[in-house]
Antibody, heavy 122, light 111 residues
Framework: EVQLVESGGGLVQPGGSLRLSCAAS????????MHWVRQAPGKGLEWVSY????????YYADSVKGRFTVSRDNVKNSLYLQMNSLRAEDTAIYYC???????????????WGQGTMVTVSS | QSVLTQPPSASGTPGQRVTISCSGS????????VYWYQQVPGTAPKLLIYRDNQRPSGVPDRFSGSKSGASASLAISGLRSEDEADYYC????????????FGGGTKLTVL
């Protein structure tokens, strides 16, 4: 079964850091590009970041550029999101998502994890 | 304010056909593919339409996508109660700061 399981969410103070992880299974992880997408409570979807299988191409939303870093470990079949200088507006459910066709340009976000909640508050 | 514009709400009765619009620009919808996602409250989003009008396996043919210029539409025919959900359009926005953009979402109510 194709599956994505996020972990690492929690409560953090403004200015703090958090590292999210996503464990992938059921598919050849290193051949797929991956995304992080977030959703603030009661709000719509917001794309965060994208990384291709080789990690040679990476994109970020302007709202997180310079603060968040996406990475992957193809040996461990895992995707990561290092989040620094966190702000209240980063409070959201963070989804790990597989891209079915994407390479240099993202394509269909076909498999979504269940999400992990990040709350930034003092 | 989302880069892609969707109506905040839509509604229909069982069996009816409804459409949800998504308006963008030359930097996104006009020259890149459009995708549609369905999100039932409390669950993760699900891919509904990819590359403007393609359905993943398992998605009923009641769902269809179309695009014209810088606008796209999702049509749902034979509306069913289980179609009540939030629907989001998305596209690649290729500008100086390239990124994926989502519409603000449309809440579909089945009356």
């Amino acid at each position: 079964e194709v599956q994505l399981v996020e972990s690492g969410g929690g409560l953090v103070q403004p200015g703090g850091s958090l590292r999210l992880s996503c464990a992938a299974s059921g598919f050849t992880f290193n051949t797929y590009s991956m995304h992080w997408v977030r959703q603030a409570p009661g709000k719509g979807l917001e794309w965060v970041s994208y990384i291709i299988g080789s990690s040679r191409t990476i994109y970020y939303a302007d709202s997180v550029k310079g603060r968040f870093t996406v990475s992957r470990d193809n040996v461990k079949n895992s995707l990561y999101l290092q989040m620094n200088s966190l702000r209240a507006e980063d409070t959201a459910i963070y989804y790990c998502v597989r891209d079915f066709y994407g390479d240099y340009v993202p394509d269909a976000l076909d498999i979504w994890g269940q999400g992990t909640m990040v709350t930034v508050s003092s | 304010q989302s880069v892609l514009t969707q109506p905040p709400s839509a509604s229909g009765t069982p069996g009816q056909r409804v459409t949800i619009s998504c308006s963008g620009s030359s930097s996104n919808i006009e020259r890149n593919y459009v995708y549609w996602y369905q999100q039932v409250p409390g669950t993760a989003p699900k891919l509904l339409i990819y590359r403007d009008n393609q359905r993943p396996s398992g998605v009923p043919d009641r769902f269809s996508g179309s695009k014209s210029g810088a606008s796209a539409s999702l049509a749902i025919s034979g509306l069913r109660s289980e179609d009540e959900a939030d629907y989001y359009c998305a596209a690649w926005h290729d500008s100086l700061s390239a990124h994926v953009v989502f519409g603000g979402g449309t809440k579909l109510t089945v009356l």
